[in-house]
């Protein structure tokens, strides 16, 4: 081994590569190992950015995946501020943006996503902001800081808000922001937020929860333009109504990072397709976390599942495999949210589901007890399951998906919170 060769070369500096140096150095204590993360700090968790960290509940010592000894304890090379710029996979050698060439064993490709930008007009003034990395979590707290101060007055306060998209990370920020103080108008594509995350039920649930708590839910609202002088200050709706505010962030999705594929034969869709050991098609080399869609046994389909867990188990999952491991994917996949005092976990995938039932009940605005939705199939099947505060049932909640237990003849038990959940 020389300076510019490592048996394991991991690209990207999320969640997954950290994850994959973590399983590769506990099944494999000599390779060598190489993380190349083109941000200046290491590997960090990101769902504080919208929620603790964000409100300052969290300082920065506690995001990151590791301890900063971590890597050098570890012997794991990390390297920050560094970007892979191309790939050879014929000669096994990545090119970094300062011109050095390293050649590899094993790569793996974890480059994540980077946030979908809002194409509509007035969409580059300054203030619209995104969410992606912790450099924009603590540029959003000074908006935020400076809206408090001089913004726009509102009933308790000052600083107005409008942030367009009400999916998981649209909804997260409107609820934080009100916790800082800001009045927020949260404007949704879809007749409720997690629009094609979740059913009718639980959507009018989220609606009402949101607004019993301040934020303002804007229904089927996608805007025309932002309008201001020099900066966004009122975005204008399609029934001409202007929202005046002091800034807007755009939550309309992500974007997986690709750009390293290019002029090489590794397969994609949207995102790095891999089978279920996190292999691409191309020898020796592995995908994981946002960046790519592994295929999945449970549903026999390749999925982009682009959340904490996901990235953490295929992530740890490429590592032992890429170490010697011949492991398939197998969990069923999660996602977590917490908006205000409601934590939300959810299993499987919601484009499999054919029609729902609600475990418990979802009226109100706070539910105590908690309450389920089950999504069933067309054939008869679990394909996901979401628990809203439900959090005593979890586990079982968790075991539908995994079995993808077939419900038939079980659906007045499931609708019972208080009769157990089981399957034929
Ligand atoms: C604000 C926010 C809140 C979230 N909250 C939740 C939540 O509550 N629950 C949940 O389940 N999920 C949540 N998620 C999703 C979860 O954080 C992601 O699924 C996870 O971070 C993905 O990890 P990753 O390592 O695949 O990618 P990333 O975290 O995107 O990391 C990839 C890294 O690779 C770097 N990179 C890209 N290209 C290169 C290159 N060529 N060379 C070197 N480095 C490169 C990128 O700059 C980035 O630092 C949240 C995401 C965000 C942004």
């Known amino acids: 081994m020389n300076g510019h060769h490592f048996k394991y070369v991991l690209i990207g500096g999320g969640l997954a590569s950290s994850s994959a140096a973590q399983a590769i150095r506990e099944a494999d204590h000599e390779g060598s190992i190489l993380l190349a993360a083109q941000e200046i700090v290491r590997p960090y968790h990101r769902p504080p950015l919208s929620k603790e960290f964000l409100r300052r509940q969290k300082p920065r010592e506690e995001i990151f995946t590791q301890e900063s000894q971590w890597f050098e304890k570890n012997h794991v090379e990390l390297r920050t501020g560094c970007r892979a710029a191309r790939l050879d996979v014929a000669r096994n050698a990545v090119t970094l943006a300062d011109g050095q060439v390293i050649s590899y064993e094993k790569l793996l490709l974890a480059t994540g996503a980077s946030a979908k930008p809002l194409e509509i007009p007035g969409s580059d003034l300054p203030n619209l902001y995104y969410l992606r990395s912790l450099e924009d979590s603590t540029r959003l707290q000074t908006a935020a800081d400076k809206a408090r101060h001089e913004g726009r007055p509102h009933a308790e306060g000052r600083g107005r808000i409008a942030i367009i998209g009400a999916g998981f990370l649209g909804t997260e920020l409107a609820a934080s922001f009100v916790q800082m103080g800001l009045s927020v108008d949260l404007l949704c594509g879809s007749e409720a937020p997690w629009g094609n995350i979740v059913g009718d039920a639980a959507g009018k649930f989220l609606v009402r929860y949101?607004?019993?708590?301040?934020?303002?839910?804007?229904?089927?609202?996608?805007?025309?333009?932002?309008?201001?002088?020099?900066?966004?200050?009122?975005?204008?709706?399609?029934?001409?109504?202007?929202?005046?505010?002091?800034?807007?962030?755009?939550?309309?999705?992500?974007?997986?990072?690709?750009?390293?594929?290019?002029?090489?034969?590794?397969?994609?869709?949207?995102?790095?397709?891999?089978?279920?050991?996190?292999?691409?098609?191309?020898?020796?080399?592995?995908?994981?976390?946002?960046?790519?869609?592994?295929?999945?046994?449970?549903?026999?389909?390749?999925?982009?599942?682009?959340?904490?867990?996901?990235?953490?188990?295929?992530?740890?999952?490429?590592?032992?495999?890429?170490?010697?491991?011949?492991?398939?994917?197998?969990?069923?996949?999660?996602?977590?949210?917490?908006?205000?005092?409601?934590?939300?976990?959810?299993?499987?995938?919601?484009?499999?589901?054919?029609?729902?039932?609600?475990?418990?009940?979802?009226?109100?605005?706070?539910?105590?007890?908690?309450?389920?939705?089950?999504?069933?199939?067309?054939?008869?099947?679990?394909?996901?399951?979401?628990?809203?505060?439900?959090?005593?049932?979890?586990k079982e909640l968790a075991d539908l998906v995994e079995r993808r237990a077939n419900v038939a003849g079980l659906e007045e038990q499931l609708k019972d919170p208080s009769a157990p959940i089981a399957d034929k």
């Open 210 to 394: 949101l607004e019993a708590r301040g934020v303002r839910v804007r229904p089927n609202v996608r805007p025309l333009r932002f309008e201001g002088d020099g900066r966004v200050q009122r975005v204008v709706l399609p029934d001409g109504q202007n929202l005046e505010c002091d800034f807007a962030i755009a939550a309309v999705g992500a974007v997986a990072h690709r750009e390293l594929l290019r002029g090489t034969p590794i397969a994609a869709e949207k995102a790095i397709l891999t089978d279920e050991f996190c292999r691409t098609n191309v020898a020796n080399v592995y995908a994981a976390g946002d960046c790519a869609a592994i295929f999945d046994p449970l549903f026999g389909k390749h999925r982009m599942i682009p959340h904490w867990d996901n990235a953490n188990v295929t992530g740890a999952l490429a590592g032992r495999n890429m170490a010697g491991a011949n492991e398939p994917y197998k969990a069923a996949n999660n996602f977590f949210s917490d908006i205000f005092d409601l934590t939300i976990n959810g299993w499987g995938e919601a484009r499999f589901v054919d029609r729902r039932l609600i475990r418990g009940a979802a009226n109100g605005a706070a539910p105590s007890a908690g309450f389920a939705e089950i999504g069933i199939a067309s054939d008869g099947r679990v394909a996901q399951t979401v628990s809203f505060g439900m959090s005593n049932q979890e």
